[in-house]
Structure formats: structure tokens, C-alpha cells
């Protein structure tokens, strides 16, 4: 029998991670307001401060903090109001020693003034006196120019995956386009004999096919563009033609079916058939997931992965290999929970084990229960809360062993 060629997931990674950069980008410009989760193409540059003007943190009144020396509830500091700033205009008066003007938060600083006391600390006598009864240091509340982002300085690097954190400062610099990257493009086959589209009449011998659905959204998520779905059987000219049509208009060809060493299992002799560069992984030291296939052609830039036909192994193999390295900067993990395992859970000995778990709060602590099944079911991922991965060296856990738990996203 032909031995696989396994390599482990951090292999694996790096060596899809070097294919990937090898892919050329496409850059374009999209509107601000559609620009969420693109990859950022070029630096972006603080074009003037930001604020760009002396700014009020508080609704209060702005002053000359030496004014204040000395002031306090028993001896207060008498001032005169000068004028009482709108926010988003311009002061009228500049501010000179005994006199005040009332600036609410956000508003500017009329010019002489360089602090500012809370109104809850003032007094007013008139429409034209207050009394200040605290002492307060120069700058006191006060946001000055450049004090969130400086002009100039570099914001954004390339390669930024654009947050709301992201399109909130570019919004704050008056940026109204953005260059980006064009999301690589993808297309997602399963195959198989076996499989149906929803709603198609079946015998009893037949299935639906799910793991197209449920690989394109991942895809999506993962920032690929899919062009095509394919539902293709177990015909090796079909799939080969289906293949070849894929690689001509896309970055990645995800086929999922056909990965092991079985009579049908195809995937292999077609990947080296159909890319110059060959196959450099038929395995991954996982559990679920270890017939996958890995390969790169070179002359069309494409990366080919092959993935389980069970649905929640080949779910499971691109949320841990695929998806992670699509990240900018590429991730291996996303943000866990830290629990506690609720049982004794047994594990695979060389090989990663990923096991779906459900959380629940014993009120002292988060409880991490498995959620055991054959990985051709969809139920255990349905129920999962997250995952854990068992190290490949651990031949399982004890109860009460501290995990941490990646979140399934909800």
C-alpha cells in the first residue's frame, strides 16, 4: 500500500503560506462604505492632524489654569465669561487672565485659554461670573492637535485587513475610496457518486451534497471570492475537465471528496496530472483530515487543496489550514477561552486531534463537554460551542485538564 506523504499542520501551513505569495494581486478601489474586511494595498499617511484643533473633553469652560491656583470649595476663583463656544464653530474672543468662556465637549478652545475645569466645579452667579472652586494644570482636559493621529506619520500599513477600527480612522481623515486588493478567487467542487443538489429526488443509497455550501461560505468569510460550484461524480475525464476549467480563471481550486486511497479516490493522480509543480502533501498528521491533498502549479499560479469528503473533516481541515493562512498577517489560532474539560477525552497519538466541545458556565468556572461523532456528521459542529486540539505527543486528557477552547464562529 502507498504510504502518504504527512506533513504536520504547522508544515502544512508554512508550505500553502509560500504558495499563496506567489499568487499575483490585483489591486483596485472600492468606496469607503465598502471596503470592511478588504486587504488595505498600499501605507496609508496621516494627511493633517487629527484632531486639528484644540479640543474639549468636557462640557465645561475653558480658562488659564494659573488662574486657578489656590482654588478650592472654601475660596473659589471668580472669573468672567466671555462668550459661550457652539461646537463645530470657531471662538469669537481670545481668552486673557480673569476671564473664561464656556466650551462644550468636542468644541474648541478659543485662543489664550490652555485648560479646562468641569462644569460640575463651577458656579454660575450671572449670565457673565462664575466661580471656579478646583485648581486644574495646563491641559486639563484638553485633546490637542495631532493628539489622535499626527500628520504625516504612517496609519495603516499594507496588507491591513480593514476593520471598523480601520474605516472609522479613515473616515476621520476624510479618506472617501480606498485601495485595495482584489480578494483571490476560488472554486469549490465536491465529488462524488453518491452525492445529490438539495432538493433533487434520491434513492435511498443517496446524499446531498452539503459541503459545497458549506465550504463556499467559509471561502467567503476567509476573504475568497468563489466563482464556481461544482457538484461533479467519481468520472476521472469530467473531474480532470472540471479541474482544468477551475484553474484557468481561479487562485484556488478547493475539491473536496476523493482524497484517500480508495478505488475512487481520484484526487491525487489528478492533482499531479494537472499542475506542473506536483503534489507536496497528501496527508495532514490531524485528526479529522489526514487524506488531504496539497498542491501548487506554478505556471498558473493556483493552489490546489484536496480535502476529506466527510463533511466536518473537510469543514475542520480549512478552518485550521486554509483559513488561518489567508489571515494578513497569517494566524494559526483564533481567540480562545480558557476551560475546563468536563471528561476523559482518548486522542490519536501522532497526530493532532480536533475535537468540537460545548461550553457551559458551572458558575465556577467554563466547562468544556466533547461532542463525539464520526467526522461525516454535521450534528457535533451543529452543537459545538468551539474546538480543542490535543497535542500530537498526548494520547488524551484527564477531566478537570485546563483546555483552551477556539470559538466556532456563531
Request: hydrophobic share 40%.
Amino acid at each position: 500500500m502507498k504510504l502518504l506523504n504527512v506533513l504536520t499542520l504547522e508544515e502544512a501551513r508554512t508550505r500553502l503560506s509560500t504558495c499563496i505569495r506567489q499568487i499575483p494581486r490585483r489591486k483596485t478601489s472600492v468606496p469607503l462604505t465598502e471596503a470592511a474586511d478588504h486587504i488595505l494595498a498600499r501605507d496609508i499617511t496621516v494627511p493633517f492632524d487629527v484632531p486639528g484643533f484644540r479640543r474639549s473633553a468636557v462640557d465645561g469652560y475653558a480658562l488659564i489654569a494659573s488662574d486657578t491656583h489656590g482654588a478650592g470649595d472654601a475660596i473659589p476663583v471668580f472669573l468672567k465669561i466671555t462668550e459661550q463656544v457652539h461646537i463645530g464653530e470657531k471662538p469669537l474672543h481670545a481668552i486673557t487672565h480673569g476671564e473664561c468662556a464656556y466650551v462644550p465637549t468636542g468644541g474648541m478652545l478659543p485662543d489664550g485659554a490652555d485648560s479646562m475645569v468641569m462644569v460640575e466645579y463651577c458656579d454660575t452667579f450671572s449670565d457673565s461670573d462664575i466661580a471656579v472652586c478646583q485648581a486644574v494644570a495646563t491641559g486639563n482636559h484638553v485633546v490637542f492637535p495631532g493628539d489622535d493621529m499626527k500628520k504625516g506619520e504612517m496609519l495603516l500599513p499594507k496588507e491591513t485587513r480593514l476593520r471598523f477600527q480601520e474605516i472609522g480612522a479613515l473616515a476621520a481623515m476624510g479618506i472617501t475610496s480606498v485601495p485595495i486588493y482584489e480578494p483571490y478567487t476560488a472554486t469549490i467542487i465536491s465529488t462524488g457518486n453518491e452525492l445529490l443538489p438539495p432538493a433533487a429526488e434520491r434513492n435511498i443509497a443517496q446524499i446531498y451534497d452539503s459541503n459545497t455550501y458549506a465550504l463556499s461560505i467559509q471561502a467567503e468569510h476567509a476573504g475568497l471570492r468563489v466563482l464556481h460550484r461544482h457538484l461533479v461524480p467519481d468520472d476521472r475525464d469530467l473531474l480532470r475537465q472540471t479541474l482544468t476549467s477551475a484553474m484557468a480563471d481561479s487562485d484556488f481550486v478547493i475539491l473536496s471528496g476523493g482524497s484517500s486511497q480508495g478505488k475512487q479516490d481520484l484526487t491525487e493522480a489528478l492533482f499531479h496530472e494537472v499542475s506542473d509543480s506536483g503534489i507536496y502533501a497528501h496527508g495532514l498528521a490531524l485528526k479529522p483530515g489526514k487524506p488531504t491533498v496539497l498542491a501548487w502549479d506554478d505556471a498558473g499560479k493556483t493552489a490546489l487543496i484536496g480535502l476529506p469528503g466527510h463533511p466536518a473533516a473537510a469543514s475542520i481541515v480549512f478552518e485550521l489550514l486554509v483559513s488561518r493562512v489567508l489571515k494578513f498577517p497569517p494566524v494559526f489560532a483564533e481567540p480562545s477561552l480558557s476551560a475546563v474539560l468536563s471528561v476523559n477525552i482518548a486522542s490519536s497519538p501522532g497526530r493532532e486531534t480536533c475535537v468540537p466541545v460545548r461550553l457551559t458556565d458551572s458558575g465556577e468556572t467554563l466547562l468544556a463537554t466533547p461532542i463525539l461523532g464520526p467526522s461525516g456528521l454535521w450534528s457535533p459542529l451543529v452543537r459545538a460551542d468551539g474546538y480543542i486540539l490535543i497535542d500530537k505527543n498526548r494520547e488524551g486528557l484527564p477531566a478537570g485538564n485546563a483546555v483552551e477552547v477556539y470559538l466556532l464562529e456563531r
